[in-house]
């Protein structure tokens, strides 16, 4: 068995340990999660707490039992969960008290959203913020009554312990269950309340939540180091996209905005400057040192943006941005089978960000006397710049670092490249960080997308073909014989029923290989999801959207309004695809539906937009007509490829692509709101078109 300081060997190891002689609960050497898929959890197969999964076995024994349960939820790539689980799930003490006092429960939160939505609700609820590990108390019939994040075992600083809040729980359990029981109902009242107020919204004024959006942003923003807010710092690209797309007299300072964030991130330690991709976050305001964990719907959404700054813009410095995330999505996260596995640790040996950190004198042995450029250029020094070693960072481009150092600078991102490309090989001898091989639905749809879209932007077909592989995947793989999405797979597909995140980003990034192909297969496969979607998400009777389908376990309240997070808003992301096809295909009913799907959010949208930038941009799209292009004759060809990228290489705010499927000569007829013109055939011809119907901004 593969030592623990190897996470990634250690959980393959467990993977593919034979378990056929293991009882169910897992025996003297492992608890249940031995027999669990998530990473997450066989990261804790051999924890002396007897963890559960989430299903009837735990609430079953915990109503046999009369305990309380204990519901952890995190995910593989969580570096306090790993830390909790360090200090506590794997101490024999504080196994002792939870064994005989609680059921536990162990929760992937990327497995089950819906748990996970549903607990934080309920944390935000109790404390104002949240956070993994996630900790829940709750009865056996699944009501929470208490929630916390990290603890260490032992109270210390002025943080409570673990051990003494075991305790304590412990003891109210048995002697005062009135206490419970009025902890019980407070919370699921005020997640109640919470409903209610939304329900009762009125609709937005989207003009004055635009402005609003944007004068909250211009207050938060760092006009020195890019992003919003202080340290810890997030990327945030809902924030970037939503600048990037604003128009009217704020329009450029808005696009500076995001454009200012861009460059901030690429050339801070939150970017990977040898292998390329974003980590989570910073922690610093300065994006120095960042939080190493690499994730799938990170790099799926910031190259997404990166190509909206290259298409705004012209610069191929965005574009580069675009391509380093996609070579390292492709090297690192992507399958033989074409599908993106979900993220990358923070921690290696144990250590967060080992993996990525250098010493000075490892870069002078491995690149010698090149060694004294590439250092200046990367910020490299003796004395480090994190904790006694160096994060890469580059904070400056090429061209200001060669004009001060006065070199060529030719020659010099030559030479760049070339130490990058050997310190790459040298970094890849390490003890690498766990991948968290799980495939999720909902994060390979943001990246279809991505792929698609850029690859149309770009002219990249390589892009494109690496989207269609994925899409190929997930809808052979993780549907149902009777068609039903699933969630995730990993060595097959789970159980879990997909979520409304999971068709509407799969289905915006069908549509989006779509548009980037021209192949009818791509719409068809969006139309069925649709149609699904309405089917399992939508209420027949209110017309409102839920997160959970119809025929999937339930939460014991309905709390999400839904916002824009580290991934879009789901109900966002529903109105955006309805929308998109009630134009494609003519259908106005969707767009109806589109509005509905909205009514989640509207309460929290005037007060609250940068919560729901998603939901506000499908809103400003719903007020007016889009301009539609159409293509006709043969566009499975190379031709009809350019005279696409011609069409997507300007800048079209609202944009609709149709295809009539007929023996005749390519041509694409535009029509903008009010005007149609007559068809074109060459990338030629559509620029003076454009220019003549001012349909291009």
């Not at 609960?25 to 990473?39: E, H, Q, V, W």
């Not at 304590?168 to 005020?190: F, H, S, V, Y």
């Not at 922690?283 to 799926?300: C, G, I, N, T």
């Not at 930038?613 to 007020?623: R, S």
Request: charged share 25%; aromatic share 8%; glycine share 8%.
């Amino acid at each position: 068995m593969a030592s623990p300081n190897d996470t990634a060997a250690y959980v393959t190891s467990l993977m593919t340990l034979d378990k056929s002689s293991l009882p169910a609960d897992g025996g003297t050497r492992f608890n249940r999660l031995i027999f669990a898929r998530s990473p997450y959890l066989l990261q804790h197969a051999e924890n002396p707490v007897q963890w559960y999964e989430w299903g009837t076995a735990a609430f079953d024994a915990a109503r046999r039992e009369s305990l309380p349960i204990l519901l952890s939820i995190g995910y593989a790539t969580c570096h306090w969960c790993h830390v909790m689980a360090h200090e506590s799930f794997e101490d024999d003490e504080v196994a002792a008290l939870l064994n005989r006092h609680f059921i536990c429960i162990k929760v992937d939160r990327e497995e089950r959203p819906d748990i996970d939505d549903f607990h934080m609700a309920v944390a935000q609820t109790l404390t104002g913020s949240g956070g993994w590990p996630l900790n829940i108390f709750m009865t056996p019939d699944k009501r929470p009554f208490m929630a916390i994040t990290y603890l260490p075992k032992r109270g210390r600083n002025g943080m409570s312990g673990l051990m003494e809040l075991l305790a304590n729980i412990a003891t109210l359990w048995r002697q005062r269950p009135d206490m419970i029981e009025k902890n019980c109902q407070g919370i699921m009242e005020a997640l109640a309340d919470a409903r209610q107020h939304r329900e009762e919204a009125v609709a937005p004024d989207v003009a004055a939540a635009s402005r609003k959006a944007l004068e909250q942003l211009r207050k938060i923003h760092d006009q020195e180091n890019g992003g919003f807010g202080s340290a810890p710092k997030f990327p945030m690209p809902m924030y970037l996209s939503w600048l990037l797309g604003q128009g009217g007299t704020n329009r450029s300072e808005a696009a500076e905005m995001a454009l200012r964030t861009l460059r901030k991130m690429r050339g801070g330690g939150i970017w990977d400057h040898l292998g390329g991709g974003l980590h989570r976050y910073s922690v610093d305001s300065r994006w120095l040192a960042p939080h190493f964990e690499k994730m799938l719907y990170d790099q799926a959404m910031l190259a997404r943006v990166a190509t909206e700054a290259y298409l705004r813009t012209g610069d191929r410095y965005f574009r580069t941005i675009t391509d380093d995330i996609f070579t390292f999505a492709g090297r690192e996260l992507q399958t033989a089978d074409g599908a993106f596995c979900s993220a990358l640790d923070a921690d290696s040996e144990g250590v967060e960000g080992k993996f990525y950190l250098w010493d000075k004198d490892e870069i002078d042995g491995c690149l010698g006397p090149d060694s004294d450029l590439f250092c200046r250029f990367h910020g490299v020094t003796g004395r480090g710049n994190f904790e006694g070693h160096n994060i890469l960072v580059a904070p400056a481009k090429l061209k200001e670092f060669c004009n001060r150092e006065r070199v060529d600078p030719v020659s010099t991102g030559e030479l760049l490249e070339r130490c990058r490309m050997k310190l790459l090989e040298r970094r890849e001898g390490r003890i690498r960080p766990l991948r968290d091989d799980k495939i999720i639905t909902s994060w390979n749809g943001l990246m279809i997308g991505a792929l698609a879209t850029a690859g149309i932007v770009c002219g990249e077909q390589k892009y494109v073909t690496s989207a269609a592989r994925a899409a190929h995947f997930i809808l052979g793989a993780l549907r149902r014989a009777d068609g039903r999405l699933l969630r995730s797979y990993l060595n097959g597909a789970s159980e879990v029923p997909g979520f409304l995140e999971d068709y509407a980003f799969l289905t915006g990034g069908l549509l989006d290989l779509y548009e980037a192909t021209l192949d009818d297969l791509w719409l068809a496969e969006a139309r069925q999801l649709a149609e699904e979607l309405l089917r399992l998400f939508r209420d027949p009777d209110s017309g409102e959207f839920t997160l959970t389908g119809h025929d999937a376990e339930q939460m014991p309240a309905r709390v999400s309004s839904d916002h824009d997070g580290v991934t879009p808003s789901a109900l966002g992301r529903t109105a955006h695809v309805l929308y998109r096809l009630a134009w494609i295909d003519d259908r106005p009913e969707l767009l109806d539906a589109a509005r509905r799907a909205l009514e989640g959010v509207i309460a929290e949208l005037s007060h609250n937009p940068l919560g729901h930038l998603g939901a506000l941009q499908t809103l400003a799209l719903l007020e007016a007509e889009p301009t539609i292009a159409t293509f006709a004759g043969a566009t499975d060809t190379a031709e009809a490829f350019k005279l696409n990228a011609a069409l997507r290489s300007h800048t079209i705010t609202a944009l609709i692509i149709r295809c009539e499927k007929r023996a005749a000569p390519l041509a694409l007829s535009l029509c903008v709101p009010g005007s149609c013109y007559p068809a074109v055939a060459t990338p030629g011809e559509l620029d003076g078109l454009l220019r003549q119907s001012g349909g291009s901004e």
